[in-house]
């Protein structure tokens, strides 16, 4: 508990870019709102940073769908004067940035680009690189000269978007380049370069680890591709590089062959993990999004034991709110009929139960942990003499009297903490080894129910509490 309040008491800033995309992240809205929530009633030293489009946010803060302006508005309330909008507004000069690259620029036709530009620096860059890559517009093909007349109408009317300056610059780039990073674009906008050659080499894609290290430098599309785990560093080229899949190969061949890959790599790390803790959990993330809407319905379980390995890795980490998070997302996946709970095996199943039930979803636990009991039941039922299915049930029992006890349902929480302190007491006993069980003789049912009584008698629920200790810290493998 030490580390954790420590952390909790250590001054930290997130940063939400580009939040108008979160419309498509429902996860990410949720864990904007618990966040908020949590930082305010543990009264955590957070700075919480949102950029979003001016447009989007005016229709995201009406709109009833879940997005990080919806999750600060529900939170308005929480927050009162500690949060505050600002409009940023275009950069008012970016005339040193033009003529620096073009400069022999006429003074109208300064005017003319950054009137385009409107005071945003990334589409000045765009409209500057699509100028470089258009000599024949210049007199005498000098870029250090003006525009042809011909050439400055044909530089701004080719530069009204700046979606088609970057896809315009895409098309210009060597083929390499535009087929690597249109199969990376298929994992997200972060992704991995050993799974992007792997797709290539199916495919017969040639020079997809050159094409990776040319997006990066010299074009800047892509940052830390030599770390192995790399993305995009515009939202935009992601989008763009996506677009462009289809134009450059078949597209649906190579999202084939993305699955097909995928599949044996994450049966295999949920088998037996053998890759770097980075790569793996990066590896976890990319099959989640892959498989969580997959047409072929045995591919969606792929998804919610990936979701249920990253959120053991979250736990692991005391990170509960991103744990919560990945564990609603697989909730979502149950609601909408994409999987069921069964799918999991018990220890993935209490790993979800335990980010719920730790970031007090008392009802969504509750479901979680009657998960657990039901798959616990049906393989003692199969194999009675199986002691970790036994050891199971129990742990099932006594994480429903925490629920029950939590809810304030003393009856409740007796009934199923005394079922899972007999099976513990029955399963030692047949062992001969209560430590392994989790039982010390002072824990037997007797005394149990003697301070249920008294928890009950005077509603203190401490001493209640200190008898079931031991059950609590009973591992789960």
Known sequence: MAGKSSLAATPACLLIDDAQFSRTDPGLSGFVEQLIAHAFSQKWPLMIIVTHWQAEWNKDWEAALPTVAAAIRTQQPLMAETWQPIELTPVEDLGPMLKRALPGLLPEQCAGLLDRAGGNPRYMDEIIRFCQRQPRHFIERDLNKPLSEKGFEVCLKQSLSLHELILDRFDAMPSEVKEAIALASMQGQRFLTSLTAEVAQALEVPNAE????????????????????????????????????????????????????????????????????????????????????????????????????????????????????????????????????????????????????????????????????????????LTPSDKRAQRNLSISWVRLGDIALQQGEIDGAKAAFQKGLEIREALASELNTPRRAGISPSHGTGWGTSLFNRARSTGRRRPFRRCLRSARRWPVS
């Open 210 to 381: 050159a094409g990776l290290n040319g997006a990066e430098h010299p074009h800047s599309l892509v940052n830390g591709v030599p770390s192995g785990i790399a993305e995009f560093a515009q939202r935009i080229f992601h989008e763009v590089a996506s677009e462009t899949l289809d134009d450059i190969m078949d597209g649906e061949e190579a999202h084939n062959a993305l699955k097909s890959i995928m599949r044996q790599r994450l049966d295999d790390e949920l088998t037996t993990p053998t890759t770097e803790p980075r790569q793996r959990e990066m590896t976890l993330a990319v099959a989640a999004g892959l498989f969580e809407q997959a047409e072929a319905l045995d591919d969606r379980p792929r998804a919610a034991r990936a979701l249920a390995a990253l959120t053991r890795i979250e736990l692991a980490r005391y990170n509960y709110a991103t744990a919560l998070q990945i564990a609603q997302r697989f909730l979502s996946g149950v609601e909408a009929d994409s999987w069921h709970f069964n799918v999991l095996n018990f220890s993935q199943l209490w790993d979800v139960q335990t980010a719920l039930h730790t970031m007090g979803q008392v009802a969504a636990s509750q479901q979680a942990a009657h998960a657990m009991l039901e798959l616990a039941q049906s393989s003692v039922t």
